[in-house]
């Protein structure tokens, strides 16, 4: 059946009343029972719920072949604990079978891949797949389909029941022996802890993994010791200095530079850049740099911003402290200098979950109150649809994260990349994967010009009045293949190795196995 | 042209590629490596025999990693190979004629 | 083949980026940034043992990249060296707008090269007398010998001054306020302006000292530079900003201009305008304020 951004989704997907994605609010008013874990009473005092070994809480967790075990990922490259407990659970324990629910994958956890090679790992479901993962995946070596969510489509996912968690594993970097648990206060901090929170409500079993003990009450904690039945005490939960990547580091690259600059005049040219306004920016380089030359327009307008939302890094916290921000809404860090902002700062730097964040399916989510929301692309299409998972060569390499959440959420969604890297065109005819539908996509900022969704006539006459040049998105595309060629398509098996859904629960599309080209 | 010896031009940095040329006795034997070959093997492969007809080479291994060069780059860098390899590399190259 | 404009022997060229003409990620697109000139370079940032494969990527970029209005001009390497000849024959074929004559010395160099241009020109079917030439002087012989450089072809648009080699020569190295080269530096703008060519900075190495590279601009801008070498897209903000007619200055070239359209049409050649005499050589000037003022984009005016 193809769906309203004109993808083939397979027959067989659709069972169990599952849709096809239908356009933006399709679902919305819709009411819906939430599905509960099963819990257990612990009437008689208890001192601590500290164990001996990882091991020994899978054990009085039940741990069994084919259930579901979840992770997050707030350590980002610098996780340990996925890592840890899976080989646990495979290799110490022999079980298989199993499905892993993360909040996110990458070069960290690439021993996942000989995992599923193996067979013991039979799914996965996560926001992104980068690295081996992905790569084993898309050669079609994952027994079932990966399963694709946003950051605000897995709270829903849990919520609904859809996702079902037999045990979350969650890493902290301090908890009490009771696990009331943070990410701040120990030896290795991540920051906000946003992605563990509705898996620590929803899972039927929660074990805490830190490595500082820290005397109860460790409060206020995002995971409330009422929702966990184990601690364990490691030597290391992760590495910090991991987790800003090369992406989330402010450019000096001449070229970011310039399509930053671009995206802040666009944003000031609009009538949301006012006092009050809300903004968040995505982890690429670019985008990050915005908050840089926004502070500017901020400074000349003589406006403050109300919140800002999402991943933070230091930057927008310098914002802070300069007084140009109101509140920050955490749900993750992205360097050591956020995670001491969010210590020292617990009245106006503040720690949310991620369906308080994105979720589609509660009584309204942050993201709907976003003014402007800053994004990078692997591809964009002529139709806005923008690609944030699949290599142009097809193979999975990517995260929607929170970008459909905020695209669709926000008043103004800017993508930010440049027209081609390499000899890929980024700007190009059709995605290869459709993870924010057009319709939720205003602005696109490249490197060789800006253009404006046409659903936008009211953004256009605001970069008409600020005389901001812009052309169409066709030709931006046209010029993009001048540069590069026109690129094959991509030859595929009909196998479909991963399924990615829209923030609704609908499919909006599939990514099939590909077929390498040999000469 | 013949190709008398073996001879390189190229890196492997991003949007570059590295061409090998060495004596061959069976035809234009070309392995090629590139960062963008789903997309673009055809093309590559196409350009390349293209370059070879054009300088008169018959009998060639050529072996190309390519980083995502543009079509520009991968002539460049075929050119440059097969000059070197006959050792006349440096000047009176005919520019704008089998160059082009 | 892109076909390029003529090249214009007089243009604005506020900026000029250096760029190696060896590096394919950097040469695809530099003109995105807005720089009036770019400068591709076969000289320094190539390795001796590449001097051959820049040229072949060099003369495919120029023949296969759209560049617009963005003048590109080739470094060449030295006269000293085997490769200017063949450097030459490459860049013209290729369509260049001009070269860049490195540590030239005499107005002989500058004629030796145009020889070569010429023929090259000839060889390749490119219109004679289309190849611009500029000068870059680097040595104390060099900077002495400006005046006769700045004279020596109709094709020379400009002189420039290169500090590295400078300073090495003159035992001496950069200083901040750049009292060291402010002898060279006053001695080329005059040449220039004597001769009637352009001339230009030479190159601020430091990227990350922001304020000594915008202190820089300021003094060059006053001296009377037309423009300034970069290393940097990042820089070329800051120039043509600081370089653009400021609106008061705009304000009185035009109130000069009008004033004097009016009082000529009545057959006065000389009156004053807010107690300042006005004649015609102040009109010139302000004639030449408007025309960098539309060129940068600050003005908008019909005059």
């Known amino acids: 059946m193809i769906n309203a951004v004109g993808r083939e989704i397979p027959d067989e997907l659709l069972t169990d009343g599952r849709e096809v994605y239908q356009g933006k609010y ?110 084993v995946i898309s050669a079609g070596k994952l027994r079932t389909p990966a399963v694709i969510r946003s950051h605000g489509g897995r709270p829903r996912a849990i919520e609904t029941g859809e996702l079902h968690i037999d045990i979350s594993f969650i890493a902290a970097s301090t908890s009490d022996d009771y696990g009331n648990a943070k990410g701040t206060g120990g030896k290795h901090d991540c920051g906000a802890m946003g992605y563990a929170v509705a898996d620590s409500h929803y899972a039927d079993h929660v074990v805490v993994i830190t490595d500082t003990l820290v005397p109860f009450p460790n409060m206020p904690a995002p995971i409330r010791s009422i929702d966990v039945d184990a601690v364990v ?236 040049p812009h052309v169409t998105i066709q030709e931006l595309q046209e010029k993009a293949y001048r540069l590069v060629g026109t690129p094959d398509d991509l030859e595929w098996e009909d196998r479909v190795v991963a399924v990615l859904e829209a923030r609704d629960g609908t499919i909006l599309d599939v990514i099939r196995k590909i077929k390498p080209l040999k000469l | 042209m013949e190709i008398r010896k073996t001879a390189l031009a190229g890196t492997l940095e991003s949007s570059d590629a590295q061409v090998t040329v060495s004596p061959g006795d069976s035809g234009i034997e070309l392995t090629l490596e590139s960062s963008v070959m789903n997309q673009y093997g ?59 | 083949m892109i076909p390029r404009p003529k090249p214009e022997r007089f243009r604005l060229r506020r900026t000029m980026l250096f760029m190696n003409a060896q590096k394919p990620g950097l040469i695809k697109d530099a003109y995105i940034y807005g720089v009036d000139s770019i400068m591709l370079d076969l000289e320094d940032a190539v390795a001796e043992n590449q001097k051959d494969a820049a040229r072949f990527s060099l003369y495919h970029a120029l023949t296969a990249i759209d560049y617009g209005q963005t003048e590109v001009i080739v470094r060449i390497n030295g006269l000293d060296t085997p490769h200017w000849q063949e450097d030459i024959r490459c860049a013209v074929a290729g369509g260049v707008d001009g070269v860049r004559i490195p540590t030239c010395e005499s107005a002989q160099d500058v004629r030796l090269v145009e020889e070569h241009v010429l023929a090259a020109e000839r060889e390749f079917g490119v219109g004679e007398g289309r190849t611009l030439i500029m000068a870059a002087l680097e040595s104390p012989k060099g900077v002495l010998n400006a005046p006769e450089i700045a004279a020596a072809s109709d094709r020379l648009f400009g002189i420039a001054l290169s500090a590295g080699d400078f300073h090495r020569s003159m035992h001496t190295h950069y200083v901040p306020g750049g009292i060291e080269l402010n002898t060279a530096r006053s001695l080329i703008v005059m040449a220039a302006r004597a001769a009637g060519v352009q001339c230009f900075d030479t190159v601020f190495t430091n990227l990350d000292d922001e304020e000594g590279f915008e202190a820089e601009v300021r003094m060059i801008h006053d001296m009377g530079f037309d423009g300034k070498s970069l290393i940097n897209p990042r820089q070329i903000a800051y120039v043509h900003q600081t370089l653009a007619p400021t609106p008061k200055e705009i304000e009185t070239a035009e109130l000069y201009v009008r004033t004097y359209r009016e009082q000529s049409q009545r057959g006065v050649g000389v009156y004053t305008v807010n107690g300042k005499m006005v004649d015609i050589a102040f009109i010139k000037d302000a004639d030449r304020v408007l025309a960098l003022a539309k060129a940068c984009g600050v003005y908008h005016g019909d005059l």
């Open chain 1, 233 to 468: 005490v490691v030597s290391a939960v992760g590495d910090p200095a991991k987790i800003g990547t090369k992406e989330a580091r402010i450019t000096k690259d001449p070229r970011n530079l310039m399509m930053a600059e671009n995206c802040a005049r666009v944003i000031a040219s609009t009538p949301y850049f006012k006092e009050g306004f809300s903004f968040q920016t995505g982890v690429g380089g670019p985008s990050l740099a915005v908050n840089r030359f926004l502070e500017q327009y901020m400074v000349d307008k003589g406006i403050r911003m109300g919140f800002a939302l999402g991943g933070m890094g230091g930057n927008i916290c310098d914002l802070m402290d300069k007084g140009l921000v109101g509140k920050l809404l955490d749900t993750q860090d992205f360097d050591m200098k956020a995670i001491r902002h969010l210590q020292d700062h617990p009245d106006r730097h503040l720690e949310i979950s991620t369906s308080e964040y994105a979720n589609a399916a509660n009584k309204g989510a942050y993201v709907n109150k976003l003014d402007f929301v800053v994004l990078a692309a692997l591809e964009i299409d002529t139709d806005f649809n923008v690609n944030v998972l699949t290599g142009s060569d097809g193979v999975l390499r990517g995260a929607p994260g929170g970008h459909p959440d905020t695209a669709e959420g926000s008043k103004c969604c800017i993508i930010v990349t440049p027209l081609v890297r390499g000899r890929m065109a980024t700007v190009c005819k059709r995605v290869v994967t459709v993870t924010t539908p057009g319709d939720c996509v205003d602005v696109l900022v490249t490197d060789y010009g800006i253009a404006v969704n046409p659903k936008r006539p009211d953004l256009i006459e605001c970069l008409d009045r600020a005389s901001i």
């Open chain 2, 42 to 100: 055809r093309q590559i492969r196409a350009t390349v025999l293209d370059v070879l007809a054009r300088l008169g080479v018959r009998d060639c291994r050529i072996k190309v990693v390519d980083k995502g060069a543009l079509d520009c780059t991968l002539k460049a860098r075929v050119e440059c190979a097969v000059f070197r390899s006959n050792g006349i590399s440096a000047g009176k190259v005919p520019w704008g004629g089998d160059i082009r």
């Open chain 1, 26 to 135: 399709h679902m919305d008013g819709k009411s819906f029972r939430k599905a509960g874990p099963m819990a257990v009473r612990r009437e008689k005092p208890q001192e601590s719920k500290v164990l001996g070994s990882i091991r020994e809480a899978c054990e009085r967790c039940g741990a069994h072949d084919g259930m579901t075990v979840s992770f997050h990922h707030a350590f980002r490259n610098g996780d340990y604990v996925t890592s840890m407990v899976m080989k646990v659970l495979v290799e110490e324990m022999g079980l298989k079978d199993l499905t892993v629910a993360t909040t996110s994958l990458g070069s960290a956890q690439d021993r996942l891949a000989d995992y599923i090679e193996q067979g013991k790992i039979i799914g996965i479901q996560s926001s992104g797949v980068r690295g081996r993962i992905g790569e």
